[in-house]
């Protein structure tokens, strides 16, 4: 097994301690094998070690993204993810896609719902070597009454559509979870919220009943369960149904907020899409809308999640990635900017967020996310002290070194790719063309 030895770096061991100067990491085949100042080599070991020599830069644990939909393929419009989208090509775009956030620095991700049911596949086909990505953990299709969920009335009565599948009743709760363990699904993923566009806002579309059925079927086949809750009862009964983790929680209120305290539910609040559309999105030619929603659920729901963090509830660090304001690759540390800037965290905290505490998020506490023996080779290699500014960890040009279970990674550019046919929608125009308009 190959050896190899980081040696003088600064190491951010991803437990919140303060980075160790002058310190040695040691690998051994996927594993770290030793930590330390001036580690010695085994003999049998140092003809072969290659040694990297990390005086002046930051070695830490690779970053996980615990909320990342890596087929979705990045559409600008609900219309384009369920109209335009077919499986072959899904499939192939995501195992391209998934590439750029490994060399984004993300050693480890959660595919919480995609389309097609093809996360598990690119799952296995990491493991198996053919494709080359983080380590995943994957969802399958959304859980969905017919209600509603994110895409108003794409959402159809029954089956599956875009990243839904609709459940219209407890019989078919239970049928869809063990279709989707049956299928490969690490996780099932229920949307307790959604958008029905006579209503403004998202309302919640299932009961705490049938909450409980999804949970209790899961558990039984030793699956988790993790809910999109945008409201504040739906995120209390999600809590008290079973749900494991809890995404986006907004408008938290005091019962809710006690719940996950008491059960110490992690949560994801997965605000890097509203911040990006918020202070980044007229650059993109999105509408200004974003801003005041964003606004107002970091004002109701960063304080109740600051008051969480505080009680000992982890905070997970998701980056949505997989929408046009999210592309792969690009905002996989975003979340622990909004974390220092928003709540408050320190760079460091925001930091075990997206390490140590995010490996819950996978299942894979103790197994990565640190710096430490026994812990998988899943390393970044850095310039400058991401401990002192956040947002180093968002710009790839800073980046030395990466090993993701102990094989260094290619972090050269990913080659340009052109647009499939018919991979966006088009449009006549962005406006009618009335007489006004034309004669102005
Ligand atoms: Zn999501």
Redesign the pocket.
């Known amino acids: 097994m190959k050896t190899v030895l980081i040696a003088g770096g600064n190491v951010i061991d991803g437990t919140g301690s303060a980075p160790q100067t002058n310190t040695d990491v040691l690998i051994k085949g996927d594993r770290i094998i030793g930590v330390g100042k001036n580690l010695s080599i085994d003999p049998a070991d140092s003809a072969s070690c290659e040694k990297i020599d990390a005086t002046g830069l930051t070695v830490m644990p690779g970053l996980i993204d615990a ?3 890596v087929t979705l393929g990045e559409p600008r419009t609900n219309d384009e993810l369920f109209m335009h989208r077919d499986a072959p090509t899904s499939a192939i775009l995501a195992a391209y896609n998934v590439r750029k956030i490994l060399k984004a620095g993300v050693t480890s991700m959660l595919d ?2 995609g389309i097609f049911n093809i996360g598990p596949a690119l799952r296995d086909s990491i493991n198996a070597g053919i494709v080359e990505g983080p380590t995943m953990r994957s969802g399958s299709y959304a859980l969905m009454t017919a209600v509603g969920g994110t895409a108003g009335k794409l959402i159809p009565d029954s089956g599956t559509a875009g990243y839904a599948e609709v459940v219209r009743n407890k019989e078919e709760m239970v049928l869809a979870v063990r279709r989707q363990v049956k299928e490969g699904a690490d996780i099932i993923k229920i949307h307790v919220t959604g958008s029905i566009p006579t209503r403004s806002g998202e309302i919640q579309v299932w009961t705490r009943d049938e909450l409980k059925v999804v949970c209790d079927t899961a558990h039984d086949l030793g699956v988790r369960v993790t809910a ?1 809750c945008r409201g504040d009862k739906a995120t209390l009964d999600a809590v008290m149904a079973g749900v494991d983790i809890i ?1 986006h929680a907004s408008f938290l209120g005091d019962a809710a907020l006690e719940a996950i305290i008491d059960k110490k539910v992690p949560v994801g609040p ?1 605000f890097t ?1 509203l911040a990006n559309l918020s202070e980044y999105g007229h650059k993109a030619g999105a509408t200004s809308t974003a801003k005041s929603i964003f606004a107002g659920e970091l004002e109701h729901t960063g304080a109740k999640l600051r008051e969480a963090y505080d009680a000992g509830v982890k905070l997970l660090s ?1 980056s ?1 990635s ?1 929408f046009s304001m999210t592309p792969y690759g690009h905002w996989h540390a975003r979340e622990m900017e909004v974390f220092v800037q928003h709540l408050g965290l320190t760079p460091l905290q925001a930091i075990t967020c997206a390490t140590k505490d995010n490996a819950v998020a996978l299942d894979e506490d103790g197994e990565t996310g640190c710096i430490s023996s026994g812990y998988r080779a899943d390393v970044l290699i850095l310039d400058g002290d991401p401990s002192k500014n956040v947002s180093l960890l968002g710009d790839k040009s800073k980046f030395r070194y990466l090993y993701c279970r102990g094989k260094q990674v290619d972090l050269s550019p990913m080659p340009p790719r052109s647009l499939f046919r018919g991979e966006q929608t088009s449009s006549w125009s962005d406006v009618a063309l009335t007489r006004e308009i034309a004669l102005s």
Request: glycine fraction near 16%; hydrophobic fraction near 40%; charge should be negative.
């Open positions: 909320h990342v939909h919480v719902d999109h995404w997965v899409f998701g949505e997989g």
